[in-house]
């Protein structure tokens, strides 16, 4: 019971996780984290720190990243729909500054695995959603850095709400002021990627 099949990506390390759902007239039931499933697939990491978040249509979160203490995340949705990006900034990665989106919803129950040193967002597409996410080290406030949500050299392709303009997105302060990814190159001496 509770084995998973797991979608690897274009971009290294990044994984989709689709659970095994065991429905009947009653409803259903899942495992929505086991150890030795996910070690199997490839996943051997400890988690330490479990987070939720609700938000509403057009909160756009992100792009999210901690500097000092990198985490990988183990994200999914359990009410509504959100479209997850996750961007490489691993300086010795091919695919470095390259995105992947997934759709994510209570109604699909998939999982998106990102590995350290990924910038972090979503884009909530349902009236509201619940995202719950793993993480493998401790949230560390002042440690925080971030990637503009619309840089145009990463291109994120964000699907909008339903009756939504870019103009209608909400965000927080901070997530507005982000640099994009030539800044962060330049912060980090990496200008040859």
């Known amino acids: ?16 996780i689709t659970p095994q759902v065991f429905g009947d007239s009653r409803g259903y039931f899942l495992e929505t984290y086991n150890y030795n499933d996910f070690k199997e ?4 990491n400890v988690f330490v720190q479990d987070n939720q978040s609700s938000s509403k249509k057009g909160v756009l979160r992100g792009l999210h990243f901690q500097i000092n203490f990198p ?5 999914r949705v359990v009410r509504g729909e959100v479209y997850d990006v996750a961007v490489d900034l691993r300086p010795d990665s091919k695919t470095f500054g390259q995105w992947k989106g997934v759709l994510l ?4 129950k998939k999982q998106f695995f990102i590995p350290k040193n990924f910038a972090h967002g979503f884009i909530v ?3 509201e959603a619940e995202f719950c996410y793993k993480c ?23 699907p909008l709400p339903e009756g ?3 103009d209608d997105l909400i965000f927080s302060e901070k997530d507005t002021k982000w640099n994009g990814i030539t800044e962060y190159k330049k912060e980090r001496g990496l200008n040859q990627l």
Do not use: R
């Open 125 to 127: 597409l349902s009236d």
């Open 41 to 44: 697939a490839g996943i051997d």
């Open 136 to 158: 493998t080290d401790f949230y560390h406030p002042n440690d925080e850095g971030g990637l503009l949500w619309s840089d145009p050299e990463i291109g994120v392709e964000w």
């Open 164 to 166: 939504f303009t870019k």
């Open 105 to 108: 919803s209570a109604e699909n």
């Open 71 to 75: 985490q990988d995340k183990l994200v």
């Open 1 to 16: 019971m509770g084995k998973i099949s797991v979608e690897k990506c274009d971009i290294e390390g990044l994984k989709i």
